[in-house]
């Protein structure tokens, strides 16, 4: 349920909500807006009865949240998240590239790649430190000290980082050098991640599982949330289908799903759907036509030679193609219109 304060509402018939919530032992998660403030109750058992709330000052609604995850859902926050990565905002009316390689593999590599996206217009560098291989003989990232490479990258290009983290053991590591955390395709449902992940304090970019439906990516949001982080960025990638001509199948509905269902951003990652360049571009301008808030695409300056997913990496002369296109799409879309044409 969602208690929804009138404008006017002070803080005093605020924490009175909050004490009454508590005394009937639930949980009261406050929830500004732009124009007043929620609050939600979580951890009830059963059915909740809004009209004792809706005698107390201050209270104009109370609304049963009919979805199973509730901090995530529209129900409960109707106006867009924006996630905030230093002076990038991710969510809402704005479209945030994020680029790189697939691994970081050298300072060179990763300073190279981050200076022609940077010049291209991405605005946040990614790169695997570590990387969740298929086979433990490949090239299993450079660790921490692929962690220290990004950190140069953020310090001499001045973009934000996104990086993955694979375990619990080293989530304290990764959040230390990534201005936002990736949580992979394969870990979407490791539970102990996602709620340790809902106690960091850095951003957290969460791929949807391969074999994952809305509900339980969804769901898996709810995890982090709950813990505490409310900087969730959801990251459509592709899911597994019977199909051989592309790695997996770009779920693009999942796109207009996703932002009916959830105020969290939604970005999508083309490259680990397509696996193959040539599919990259056509599938990044579907995405933002689609209404994705965002693309993550992989970028090598010599993918022949990339230790890691070189067959999907855009040349930087492609990944410039891309953003004017992208840019351009985009602007037709929001010329004259508001967020809630998306
Ligand atoms: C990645 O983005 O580096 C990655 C491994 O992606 P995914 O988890 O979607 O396979
Ligand atoms: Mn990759």
């Not at 500004?32 to 059963?46: A, T």
């Not at 991710?90 to 010049?119: D, F, K």
């Not at 949330?225 to 990638?237: A, K, P, T, Y």
């Not at 990044?284 to 030679?305: K, Q």
Request: proline share 5%.
């Amino acid at each position: 349920m969602l208690i929804v304060m009138d404008k006017k509402a002070t803080q005093e018939q605020i924490d009175a909500v909050i004490a009454a919530i508590q005394q009937r032992g639930f949980t009261a998660r406050p929830i500004p807006g732009g124009e007043r403030m929620s609050i939600g109750i979580l951890n009830n058992k059963g059915h909740v009865d809004g009209s004792s709330f809706l005698g107390l000052p201050g209270v104009k609604d109370a609304i049963h949240v009919t979805r199973p995850y509730k901090l995530v859902s529209r129900e409960f926050k109707p106006e867009d998240t924006v996630v905030q990565v230093g002076d990038v905002s991710v969510g809402s009316s704005n479209l945030t590239i994020i680029a790189g390689p697939c691994a970081v593999e050298s300072e060179y590599q990763a300073l190279t790649i981050a200076e022609h996206v940077r010049r291209s217009g991405a605005h946040l560098f990614r790169g695997g430190a570590f990387k969740p291989r298929t086979s433990p003989y490949s090239f299993q990232g450079l660790g921490e000290k692929g962690l220290k490479i990004l950190a140069k990258v953020r310090r001499e290009i001045g973009m934000p980082v996104v990086t993955e983290v694979m375990d619990l053991e080293k989530i304290d590591l990764v959040a230390e050098y990534a201005d936002v955390i990736q949580i992979g395709t394969r870990n979407m449902q490791n539970f102990s991640l996602l709620r340790r992940a809902g106690k960091a304090s850095k951003p957290v970019l969460l791929k949807r599982g391969m074999a994952a439906t809305i509900d339980e990516w969804l769901m898996a949001a709810e995890y982090i949330m709950e813990g505490g982080n409310s900087q969730v960025i959801l990251c459509e990638r592709g899911v597994r289908t019977f199909v051989h001509h592309s790695r997996n199948t770009l779920d693009l509905s999942a796109v207009s799903v996703v932002i009916k269902e959830s105020h969290l951003p939604i970005i999508v990652d083309p490259s680990h759907a397509a696996g193959q360049r040539d599919q990259v571009i056509p599938l990044a301008r579907a995405a933002v036509a689609v209404g994705a808030h965002g693309l993550m695409v992989e970028v090598h300056h010599a993918p022949e030679e990339a230790l890691s997913d070189g067959a999907q990496s855009l040349y930087p002369d492609q990944f410039e193609k891309m953003c004017r296109q992208v840019q351009s799409i985009y602007n037709d879309l929001r010329e004259g219109e508001g967020p809630e044409d998306r």
